[in-house]
T-cell receptor, first 110, second 112 residues
Framework: TQLLEQSPQFLSIQEGENLTVYCNSS?????LQWYRQEPGEGPVLLVT?????EVKKLKRLTFQFGDARKDSSLHITAAQTGDTGLYLC??????????FGRGTSLIVHP | DTEVTQTPKHLVMGMTNKKSLKCEQH?????MYWYKQKAKKPPELMFV???????INESVPSRFSPECPNSSLLNLHLHALQPEDSALYLC???????????FGPGTRLTVT
């Protein structure tokens, strides 16, 4: 059973479109991280959210942590080709090792 | 500085070879990790070191042998690997288990 359900698994869009990636669980997390990974490279930490209802913005990326700290979303406005990559969410519960979602593979076409 | 370094970047080895992957961090993190990742899949946890002691081994075959010489360094010794072991091997570190992880660039391993 996957602790963290991430959707969609694949996304192929045109430059300029908006998109949202979801990360859902039945468990409460103490914090949740979002990463972006380009092919052949390691995941790069984008943001950590810790407070229920928290919203963080990173340029055109908006991250939200659900009120109950069981889910999170990543919204990208006006996607660019440089946004192409694998997006991973990871949820931490106390001192346990964070659990990763299955990832969303995003391709942004010019 | 949030950098984790890994060497080598690429490694090709035969099934009878012995090689080692190296990882280093200077963030004062006390937890370090090895992950294995296949294309377009999430990283799979292999080992966790906490305060230089092995705390988690996710039933990894003995042909993979981790070592933590000190709080900044993490090695993964490889011996008698199989072609299916070909993958991207990622090292990560964090302030402690349960904290956000910082990943290195990975070692692309090909077993021939």
């Amino acid at each position: 059973t996957q602790l963290l359900e991430q959707s969609p698994q694949f996304l192929s869009i045109q430059e300029g479109e908006n998109l949202t990636v979801y990360c859902n669980s039945s468990s409460v997390f103490s914090s949740l991280q979002w990463y972006r990974q380009e092919p052949g490279e390691g995941p790069v930490l984008l943001v950590t959210v810790v407070t229920g209802g928290e919203v963080k913005k990173l340029k055109r990326l908006t991250f939200q942590f659900g009120d109950a700290r069981k889910d999170s979303s990543l919204h990208i406005t006006a996607a660019q080709t440089g946004d192409t990559g694998l997006y991973l969410c990871a949820g931490a519960r106390g001192s346990y090792i964070p659990t990763f979602g299955r990832g969303t593979s995003l391709i942004v076409h010019p | 500085d949030t950098e984790v370094t890994q060497t080598p970047k690429h490694l090709v080895m035969g099934m009878t070879n012995k090689k080692s992957l190296k990882c280093e961090q200077h963030m004062g993190h006390r937890a370090m990790y090895w992950y294995k990742q296949k294309a377009k899949k999430p990283p799979e946890l292999m080992f966790v070191y906490s305060y230089e002691k092995l705390s988690i081994n996710e039933s990894v075959p003995s042909r993979f042998s981790p070592e933590c010489p000190n709080s900044s360094l993490l090695n993964l010794h490889l011996h008698a690997l199989q072609p299916e072991d070909s993958a991207l091997y990622l090292c990560a570190s964090s302030q402690g288990t349960g904290y956000e992880q910082y990943f290195g660039p990975g070692t692309r391993l090909t077993v021939t």
